[in-house]
Structures are given as C-alpha cells and as structure tokens.
C-alpha cells in the first residue's frame, strides 16, 4: 500500500485531480494519503472533497489524514514513497500584489511573472528556502520517495531541489501534453482525439519552453503547411480589431520566426523574451493582443469564485473523478508496478541536450518504470532554439545560486540577465528595484548578505 503525501493541499481543484486520479488507477487505489497544509480552512475543504470522491468512485478504499501546520509536517511525510509539491510561498497577498505592483513603479509590465521575469526570480527566491525544509523532513522521514514537483518557477524549484539535496526530484509540467492541441486549435485546425492519435510529435527544450521539434501525421511532415497557414493568420490578427485576435499570436509567431512552436502559452511567453512588452513601444501590447497583469486578474477571480464552487462542490452527493491529464498517478503507477510509462519531465541534463549546460534543468522524454524517472537522449537542440533556451537558463541558474549562497549581488546579476527586464530598465534601476522588492518581502525571505 502506497503512501502520498500532497505538499499544499489546500489547493483544492489540483489535488482532486492529482489525488483523484491516484484513486482511478488500480495500484493506487489503497494508498493512504497524507494531506498537508498551513491553512487550516483550505486542508478542510480538500479533506472533504476528496473523502466524498474517495467513497464515490473508491468504495472509500484510499485512507485519507490532514496534517495542519510546519509541526505535522514530518509526520505527514514520514514513510511516503511519493510527495506532490503544490505550495504557493506567500499566496496571491502579499507576494503575487508585491511581485506585480514594484516592478509597476519602474515601469516594468508583466503577464504571469510566476516562471521567469523579476516576478519568477522572487517567486523562486521565498519558494527555494521552503522546499529545502521539506528536504531535510523528506531525507528524514521519507528518503526513498519521490517528489513530484508542479510548482513554478518549475526549473528553479527543481533544479535546487536536485543540486542542493538528496532528494529524488522530477519536475512536471501539463504544457508538454497540450502543446499539439494547442497548435491546431489556434489555426482552427481538427484537433479531435480521432486525429490526435495519428500524429506522431517530439518535444525537448526547458520548461514553458520547449519545442515542438517534430510534429506529422500518418508519416507527413505537418509543419510546412502549419507554418504557412500560421503566417497567413498572424498577419490578418496584427490588423484586426481586439475581438478578432487570437490569444496565442505570439508563439506562433516564434514559430514564424524561429522555426519551432513552443510549449507554453503566449502570454508566459510574452515576458520570456524581449520583444514583445516595451514601453517604447506601446502599440505592441493590443497588436500582438497581450494580457499585461493576467495572473493577478486570474487570482482575483479564483478567490472571488471559491467559496461559490466549493460550495457546489460540497452540495454534490455524486461527486466524482475521470482521470486528468496530469502525469502524477500514472508515475505513481509506473513505479509501484514497473510498468513503464513515457513523460515529458523536468530533470538535470544529463547530457541529453549537449548544446544546453549541465547544470540546467530541461524538460526531454523520460521513461519511468521502477527504477524511478530516467531522461533520454534528445541530442542537440537547434541553435535557435538552445541560444532562446540559455536566456532563460542564465538566470534560471544566478536565482538558484542566489538561493543557495544567500548573496544579494546573485539576484541582481538573474534580474540583469533576464531578457525582459534588462530590455526595459537599466543596471541601477534592475539593483534600487531588487532591493525594493526584498524590503517588501521581509521575513518572507532570508537574510541576503
């Protein structure tokens, strides 16, 4: 019988899918799972509505705990094989209101600003401390288990995760499983599951941004006439009226551009790069229709519509699960049975992409039976592609340096490194900027010397 500990099972709706489909899978379906959290509102409602679907669909056979608070937390972890890491360090207020609204005042914009951009490089910095702590708890209490991490910054987290302790970490991230979809939807293409099983693709990069490096169907090569119908629409979109554009113009502009669609939306990528967000320039934002302060506006209404969606979701005696498209319960499964099972995971490259570093986190096709997760060769990347790749990397690497040595002069080097903000600001406001944002996190962060 397995044990699952959920690391911030507060958050509801991810830990029913994630927990959910543990209990639609036959191996997993006796497991006892450890809920754990630091609101002790949140644990209660995930405790309730994962009971309900635990008797629903499971015959009640999961044995489901809530551990409350940073002293329950070893007990929650001791004996797992798998931890699920879902925590948000500091929540939407005060962090997501301080990561958005300082850089606001020297006139840097953003759109999620949760994986790259001065937004991931604070995210990552109040993150990176906390999951050492689970470190030390999980090599205590648990030092076989497997940690599934789906917290952004996803290759920071990651990467400090397995550079900085012995715990058995991969990264994962559902941007890989619907980046086909994706592409054939935003050109009103037949996306159905019918055509979806025809195509054949391969994806490697890093995380939210990978490439689609190949993609056919019954043996075809698909991207010449997706390049062109891509290109044909881009330029009708530039022109058109708010409500005629599509959300996803840039990176089927990279696609143009680049010669490689990418795995994460266009609003991640809009501050990925330095092209698309310039206050010289401020006509881009409605041509290229980019959604400036989405992830706020996003938390505004999660927290606005929960208490409504519990509520239903606890008003639901038939509350039910149909297996996500999350990777979770299907590595789970993996692993217990020695069944194996492809991913597309975040881990260390381990020469699998020669022409990204060493240290870098990438996210290439692994393989996962019980011997845990194992990435697999994907060769060099083309030179576009890893040279858009090391501008993320370069300050992937500082931000957990920084988090590691703990010296201030570390951040700013990340955030004069990021491709966004050195675009827009210069070196003195990226330091007066860094020193603003760690004044305002206070004890949120660790002392920087």
């Not at 609101?39 to 309900?52: F, K, M, Q, T």
């Not at 551990?67 to 925590?87: E, K, P, S, T």
């Not at 083309?382 to 340096?401: F, S």
Request: charged share 25%.
């Amino acid at each position: 019988m397995p044990k699952i500990t959920f690391m911030g099972a507060g958050s509801t709706i991810f830990a029913r899918n994630v927990l959910g489909d543990c209990m639609c899978v036959d191996s997993l379906r006796d497991a006892e799972i450890a809920l754990y959290d630091i609101d002790r509102d949140r644990l209660a409602e995930s405790e309730y509505i994962l009971g309900v679907i635990n008797r629903n669909i499971n015959s009640g056979r999961a044995k489901i705990r809530a551990y409350l608070g940073v002293r329950q937390r070893r007990a929650a972890l001791r004996g797992a094989d798998f931890v699920v890491n879902a925590i948000q360090v500091g929540g939407y207020e005060p962090s997501t209101v301080i990561d958005f609204e300082i850089p606001k005042k020297y006139g840097l914009r953003q759109t999620i600003a949760d994986t790259l951009g001065i937004g991931g490089i604070f995210r990552a910095l109040r993150t990176i401390p906390v999951m050492l702590d689970f470190a030390r708890d999980i090599e205590a209490a648990a030092p076989n288990a497997w940690l599934l991490n789906y917290t952004n910054p996803m290759a920071m987290l990651t990467g400090a995760m397995l550079r900085g302790t012995g715990v058995r970490t991969v990264g994962l991230c559902h941007s890989v499983q619907v980046c086909v979809p994706s592409l054939l939807e935003s050109l009103g293409l037949d996306a159905s599951p019918e055509r979806l099983a025809r195509i054949k693709s391969r994806i490697a990069g890093i995380n939210h941004m990978a490439w689609l490096l190949e993609i056919s169907e019954n043996g075809r090569d698909l991207y010449p006439e997706l390049k062109r119908l891509a290109a044909r629409k881009v330029k009708a979109w530039r022109k058109a009226p708010a409500e005629e554009k599509s959300r996803n113009m840039i990176r089927l502009e990279m696609m143009n551009r680049f010669g490689y669609y990418v795995t994460e939306s266009s609003e991640h990528n809009a501050e990925y790069a330095p092209y698309w967000i310039k206050r010289n320039y401020p006509g881009l934002i409605a041509e290229w229709n980019i959604p400036l302060d989405e992830y706020p506006r996003r938390c505004i209404k999660q927290i606005a519509d929960w208490k409504k969606q519990y509520e239903e979701l606890r008003g639901d005696p038939h509350l039910g699960h149909e297996l996500s498209l999350e990777y979770g319960a299907r590595i789970m499964n993996a692993i217990a049975t020695d069944t194996p099972y492809r991913i597309g995971g975040n881990v260390l490259n381990r020469g699998f992409i020669p022409n990204l570093p060493a240290e870098a986190v990438v996210e290439v096709p692994c393989l996962v039976d019980r011997n845990g997760v194992q990435g697999t060769y994907v060769g060099a990347l083309p030179t576009q592609c890893a040279a858009l790749n090391m501008t993320n990397i370069n300050v992937q690497l500082l931000t957990i340096e920084a988090a590691l040595t703990r010296k201030r002069e570390t951040i700013y080097q990340a955030a004069m490194l990021d491709p966004h903000t050195a675009a827009e600001l210069s070196i003195d406001d990226i330091v007066r900027m860094c020193d603003d944002l760690i004044k305002a996190h206070g004890k949120m962060l660790p002392e920087y010397r």
